[in-house]
């Protein structure tokens, strides 16, 4: 399939990580949206101390979906180094966690749009390479900056803050209001 004229080396010559990385969007989605603990989740981040008088133990839900997401960002890591790249090298990822980040404020925290803002910076990101590729008259240093600037841009939107949860980065004491 991978021979296919056009489409077949975009969709079927990549590594499994890749395509797990795809699949876990849906499945994000519905573990979010669709079940307890997804209600929990998001419970926890818009409003813990209604979640606590439910019975929600939000100290347990909030340490499991950061355990969880550092997993996550783990078996991203080795992704890169494994199966695009095959090396080790310091300094591998550059700011890619940070672009990570990013994207959840750009994506709305829902999995298609960080999805989404994914593609966006991978398609600026090729675009640099291939402005220094064509010899196009953008010094390569200003083509490098193109995503990390598309990123600060998109942080930058004012719009973007009213969308995360309520109690982003906010301590729960229980019994306090």
Known sequence: MADIPVIGEIFFNHSLMTYGAFALVPLAWWVLNKTTWGLKVRSVGQNPEAADSLGVNVIQVRYTAVTLGGVLAGIAGASLSISLLGIFQENLTNGMGFIAVALVYF???????????????????????????????????????????????????????????????????????
């Open 107 to 177: 994506g709305s925290w829902k999995p298609v749009g960080v999805l989404a803002g994914a593609l966006l910076f991978s398609i600026v990101n090729a675009l640099q390479l291939w402005v220094q590729v064509l010899n196009l008259n953008i010094p390569s240093d200003v083509a490098v900056m193109l995503p990390y600037l598309l990123t600060i841009i998109a942080l930058a939107l004012p719009f973007r803050r009213s969308l995360q949860p309520a109690m982003l980065t906010k301590p729960f004491t229980r019994g306090e209001n």
